[in-house]
């Protein structure tokens, strides 16, 4: 939720920016000089960038960032592959390729540094596929500045029977790897499943945030790396790289001046925004998928979270000294740690070889913030009912057991109420990040159709708004359940 | 039907230190006998009563009531509790439930009574605390006394054999105590067993067949309200039913003491026992024999006192050792003397062990 925020408050920012076309024309590397450029966060243009004093660099986590905030005017340039943004992408948002880098940079698949054999096949396979031309006209397919039309792809060949070969892809982006459906193309998605079917293997594909893109291979979660992955001495220490399959072309790009507005109204814009988020390719479903997600994690999240929460509230209500300290140590700790890190250690530390999927660890990541964040509240809540309310109950008759359910519980309830409410939209908004662990959860539907239309803010509004009803609902749901209690 | 046994109460405080504030209680309570507590606060009137339905456990000693010790191990606390109810200082009414319905939750839960009948029960117990206009709302809403009546109306709700009063009228405004007062009055003529801590004196004597006097832990005097409040053997009850208060000071010359503090501190006892009209008189009195009547007269003892229970303030002039009044010396034509006359209602003069005393009630 922060996350998404954030990209719409930059989103704001960088609108507010205004409209400053450079006065001079870009034709090389030397003409960016004082300016703002823009760039993917830790890509290869980044790192050979940040060396450059004479410009500002403009860090973005994904590609539609980066030629959006081309197209409104934030920044006066941007740097990437020249094959993304293709002729259709650069209609759509009235930029255009100023020049074309010098350099060119040998993309590969990554492996682990052990796995030798699995290597040697890749490597046989493009050297095969180099040498009867295969390779070559699978690039020009893919790669072609005009881009693919979604229509004509064909679902790929991958029904291997073997063990199942899971790709980690560090991007979602036509023409490398994307999205249609729930089906991965794309020119490295279709190398990968002709890998597959050599080796007579099913492949997976998983996309990971930067955070967790290497780990996922390191980690044991993968067994290649995919995604425009450059190949640099640096990165070849740690990793082995396949031959390169392809040479990229970093490409800067810019407002186009003569671009056409496709201004035909405020109105016709939002529908044909609508429609390209929504509609087309069925987009909606990575929304319904996205909720459906969300929503597991967070009900489950709290309905764990609530029972380990009880559980700590009777230990921070306990005589015992031990249980107490226990419980004490337990929120600070728990309260302490970013809810980020809680969740990768529990996916790359903690659970890592229990054979839980990613989901399943999320809710128990969540489930053990929310055991503290609950927990507080009920223990808070159960201390502002006084002693003597107890004693009333005790002195008519009523077990210990009974006056705490009939007599205090309720009054804890009314009090506690709408502190459990805020904790619960706060897990809610929390569960946003696990797109980290590679789920696709609402948040992360957002980005892969923001990733496929190159749709700025659209899509962003749609996931805020489903949030924004989602914890109305939830709270409305707790007031229904409490207004139950009050009557007993 | 309730008999108690060398009963203690210690507390141990968390650093370490610990107070006894029940040392050892013996009694013997009957059934249909009204018992009130009294005694100076910090003696464990409460203590003992919240022990007899074991909100407090005891440390030592036994409570045996119908021929069972109720301080066994596995007792049934909640089944004692359901025949002896409590009625609370702080009155404890459930705030988030109605008058109705704090009212009928016990002999539901507790009794198996069906809903109809509880709240049918419920109302005719409201209309004898005369708040049958009030059950359908929240505890909130309510005055202080009508709370506390409330509160008792819950605790007959469970028909109990005894009550336990716990100070019910000490945090009401005085002028709600009596409306509390007349429903307990009412309960005493229809015989329910009952024991009462109050603070209310006359309330205390009227209503009761029977008084104890607590004092640092053990049932000081116990006897009839008549032995108790007209007759009291000890001399630290007397001291508490007349609600003697003191104050003393010892003047051993004239050159060295402080009058104007004595005066002053004279003044301030009046004002805090409520006998204001009387601070100039008291002053003008102490003034005229310390300086004028009895001057030359030391070592002197000036003792002020008031008596609650009389409203008799008291100014005693000790002198010691004379075995004869020093008034007989000064001359009849005295001014002073005359003064002090006319400001005091009674002059007492008398011998007594320790020297002569003056007596001047004011």
Not at chain 1, 192 to 212: H, I, T
Not at chain 1, 273 to 284: C, G, K, M, P, T
């Amino acid at each position: 939720m922060r996350k998404i925020l954030l990209t719409a408050l930059a989103a704001l920012a960088i609108s507010c920016a205004g409209d400053k076309t450079p006065t001079k024309e870009i034709r090389s590397e030397d003409d960016i000089a004082g300016l703002r450029i823009a760039t993917l966060t830790g890509s290869c243009y980044d790192m050979e960038l940040s060396g450059r004093d004479d410009i500002t660099l403009v860090r973005f986590n994904t590609e539609t960032d980066i030629i959006n905030s081309v197209a409104i005017g934030a920044v006066d340039a941007c740097v990437y592959d020249e094959v993304v943004f293709n002729a259709d992408v650069r209609k759509q948002l009235g930029v255009k390729i100023a020049f074309h880098g010098k350099d060119e940079y040998p993309a590969g698949f990554g492996f682990r540094k052990e796995d030798i054999e699995l290597r040697a096949e890749c490597d046989a396979m493009l050297e095969e596929m180099k040498a009867d031309g295969s390779l070559d006209s699978l690039c020009t397919v893919w790669l072609s500045d005009e881009g693919v039309d979604p229509s004509t792809l064909t679902p790929p060949l991958n029904n291997g029977t073997g063990e199942p070969l899971r790709i980690t892809t560090g991007c979602s982006i036509a023409p490398i790897s994307f999205m249609v459906g729930d089906t991965w193309y794309g020119l490295e998605c279709e190398l990968m499943y002709r890998l597959g079917q050599r080796l007579n293997r099913p492949v997976e594909f998983k996309y990971y945030d930067a955070a967790s893109y290497m780990f996922s291979l390191f980690g044991g979660m993968s067994d290649i790396l995919t995604g425009c992955l450059f190949i640099t001495p640096e990165r070849e220490e740690t990793t082995a790289f396949s031959l390169p399959y392809y040479y990229y072309k970093p490409a800067y790009f810019v407002k186009d001046p003569d671009a056409v507005s496709a201004k035909a109204g405020i109105w016709t814009g939002i529908k044909e925004s609508f429609r390209r988020s929504l509609i087309v390719e069925q987009r909606w479903k990575y929304i319904t998928g996205g909720l459906w997600e969300t929503l597991k994690i967070t009900l489950l999240s709290i309905l764990l979270g609530s029972i380990l929460g009880c559980g700590i509230c009777a230990c921070a209500r306990s005589r015992k000294r031990g249980l107490k300290k226990f419980a004490h140590i337990y929120n600070v700790i728990v309260t302490g740690i970013p809810m980020l890190v809680l969740l990768l250690i529990m996916f790359y530390v903690v659970l890592v070889n229990t054979g839980l999927g990613a989901t399943a660890i999320a809710i128990v990541a969540f489930s053990i913030y929310f055991a503290a964040a609950s927990g507080e509240v009920f223990s808070n809540s159960l201390a502002s009912v006084p002693h003597a309310q107890t004693e009333a109950s005790l002195a008519l008759g009523f077990t210990k057991a009974q006056a705490f359910f009939t007599v205090v519980l309720p009054q804890a309830v009314r009090y506690g109420l709408p502190f459990y409410k805020r904790q619960c939209i706060e897990l809610l908004k929390a569960t946003s990040i696990v797109g980290y662990l590679a789920i696709q959860d609402l948040t992360r539907a957002g980005d892969i159709i923001r990733s496929r239309t190159f749709d700025a803010l659209l899509p962003l509004l749609i996931v805020t708004v489903i949030y924004f009803l989602l914890a109305w609902l939830i709270g409305l749901a707790l007031n229904l359940a409490a207004g139950k209690n009050r009557s007993l | 039907m309730i008999s108690v046994r060398h009963l203690s109460k210690t507390y141990h405080n968390p650093d370490g230190s610990s107070l006894q504030v029940l040392k050892d209680v013996n009694c013997e309570i009957g059934k249909g006998e009204i018992i009130s507590i009294i005694g100076p606060s910090g003696t464990g009137k409460s203590t003992f009563l919240r022990a007899l339905n074991l909100l407090d456990r005891p440390t030592s000693g036994e409570i045996i009531i119908d021929g069972e010790n109720i301080l066994r191990k596995g007792y049934p606390a909640h089944l004692l509790r359901q025949k002896m109810g409590m009625v609370f200082q702080s009155f404890n009414l459930f705030p988030h439930m109605t008058v109705l319905e704090n009212i009928s939750l016990a002999p539901v839960k507790l009794l198996g009574m069906s809903k109809a009948d509880a709240d049918a029960q419920s109302l005719e117990l409201l209309r004898t605390v005369g708040l049958a206009g009030k059950a359908d709302v929240y505890p909130d809403s309510l005055s202080g006394g009508q709370k506390q009546r409330v509160a008792i109306a819950r605790c007959l709700a469970m028909r109990p054999e005894v009550i336990l009063f716990d100070e019910p009228t000490s945090a009401l405004d005085p002028s709600m105590t009596g409306e509390v007062l007349s429903v307990i009055r009412q309960l005493a003529q229809q015989g329910m067993t009952m024991l009462i801590v109050t603070h209310e004196m006359k309330f205390a004597r009227d209503v009761s067949t029977r008084i104890f006097f607590m004092n640092e832990g053990v049932i000081w005097e116990d006897g009839s309200p008549e032995q108790i409040f007209l007759h009291p053997q000890r001399s630290a009850t007397k001291a508490f039913v007349q609600q003697i208060n003191k104050l003393v000071f010892d003047i051993a010359g004239a050159e060295d003491f402080d009058f104007y503090g004595m005066y002053s501190q004279m003044k301030a006892f009046c004002v805090k026992y409520d006998v204001a009209a009387k601070a100039d008189a008291v002053v003008q009195i102490a003034e005229k024999m310390c300086r004028d009547v009895l001057e030359g007269h030391y070592p002197l003892t000036v003792r002020l006192s008031h008596a609650g229970i009389n409203d008799e303030t008291t100014l005693d002039f000790m002198l010691e050792g004379y075995s004869s009044s020093p008034l007989a010396g000064v001359p009849s034509g005295s001014a002073a003397l005359a003064a002090v006359k006319g400001l005091s209602r009674e002059i007492v003069e008398e011998l007594t062990t320790r020297g002569f005393r003056i007596k001047i009630i004011v």
